[in-house]
């Protein structure tokens, strides 16, 4: 079976402090990895993605994600929280071909 | 570059209505899909296309028709709208190989009355 698991329904963090957005895959394949944030009302922008290069990540508005794959995670990151970043996060999986399987979401919060 | 670009933003309907949201994308991709959001629930794929004259159905395709007569286009059609199909609808694309992202719609907030 193929799937993705956001660990976290909903995160709130302080402003200042950092993020940190768990998911885990499972995947018979060495699949694509995708990070995309949702602001309210909005559609979904790619903050970051892991194709099987460097395992650290970088991505927009500061955020970063490692691939471990021993783990079979890619949790997003970023140090320092800012009220901006307040949105749904959705990691995606990308599977061999056309399959994208999709995390249920995160709702970050950031409180001032 | 416009990317993908989804019409209209917003509709009414009332139950038994049909109607077509249009999605367009000019970035040469071959695949092209539908998502519905519903809240609480994620999204979830309605029906997909990896090329001209290839479509197939996605997780929850009953009440939605597709065609993809050009690569550019691939239109979702509501033969009878009803109530359940009240939701935010997202059309995406990407390349067919490699590890392209999909490439998302601002969506369309689709209300049945």
């Known amino acids: 079976a193929q799937s993705v698991t956001q660990l976290d329904s909903h995160v709130s963090v302080s402003e200042g402090t950092p993020v940190l957005l768990r998911c885990n895959y499972s995947?018979?394949?060495?699949?694509?990895l995708f990070w995309y944030v949702q602001h309210p009302n909005k559609g979904l922008q790619l903050l970051l993605k892991y194709t099987s290069a460097a395992t650290l990540v970088k991505g927009i508005n500061g955020f970063e994600a490692e691939f471990k794959k021993s783990e079979t995670s890619f949790h997003l990151t970023k140090p320092s929280a800012h009220m901006s970043d307040a949105a749904e996060y959705f990691c995606v999986v990308r599977m061999s071909g056309n399959q994208f399987y999709f995390g249920t979401g995160t709702s970050l919060t950031v409180i001032p | 570059n416009a990317g993908v670009t989804q019409t209209p933003k917003f509709q009414v309907l009332k139950t038994g209505q049909s109607m077509t949201l249009q999605c367009a994308q000019d970035?040469?991709?071959?695949?092209m899909s539908w998502y519905r959001q519903d809240p609480g629930m994620g999204l979830r794929l309605i029906h997909y296309s990896v090329g001209a004259g290839i479509t197939d159905q996605g997780e929850v395709p009953n009440g939605y028709n597709v065609s993809r007569s050009t690569t550019e286009d691939f239109p979702l059609r509501l033969l009878s709208a009803a109530p359940s199909q009240t939701s935010v609808y997202f059309c995406?694309?990407?390349?067919?190989?490699?590890?392209?992202?999909?490439?998302f719609g601002n969506g369309t907030r689709l209300t049945v009355t």
């Open positions: 995406a694309s990407s390349y067919s190989l490699g590890h392209s992202p999909l490439h």
């Open positions: 995947s018979s394949y060495s699949p694509s």
């Open positions: 970035m040469n991709h071959e695949y």
